[in-house]
């Protein structure tokens, strides 16, 4: 009784299977590959910042140790050549700017921002805080800010297209299954 009424054509059950197995093969690629490549991204971000902060506190602590203000602007200008740079402070010991970069007139407080040990966002800003350490004496501290704007377009754009090669992956499928 019941086998005559739930008869499915052979045809319509190969096609419901291999639309089901399309659709969580489109499903894992759109949810997967999105995050791993902001996961690889932010690693990525990380380490530039990372090593961008070191630089500068390094320099920073050379020109300090030898009172010329010069290599400072120097090492200013070199972070100016990356483009998602949003701030660069130099704080002496007492945490009074020795030299500030803010090109967006992002509000920071400092005081608080000094006492961050990882790095942080604010207003789509990474900071990160480096310690001024030159010959074991330390000057100071960089504080060293990228934008995220590119990074969150990027991180769009990525997903958007994902998402369209996904849709036309399971659209071709249920076509031609």
Known sequence: MFGSTLRIPIRLKLVGLFSFLILLFTFFNFSYYPKAYRTQALTNLNNHITTMSEMIALTSGISLEVLDLSIISSAINWGKQDSRLAYIGIFDEENEPVSTFNPGDISLDVSQALKAKEIF???????????????????????????LKSFYENISKNETTTLYICLAMLLLGVLFS
């Open 121 to 147: 966002e604010i207003e789509e800003n990474f900071f990160i805080v480096t310690p001024i350490v030159y010959n074991k004496t330390k000057y100071g501290n960089v504080i060293l800010g990228l934008s």
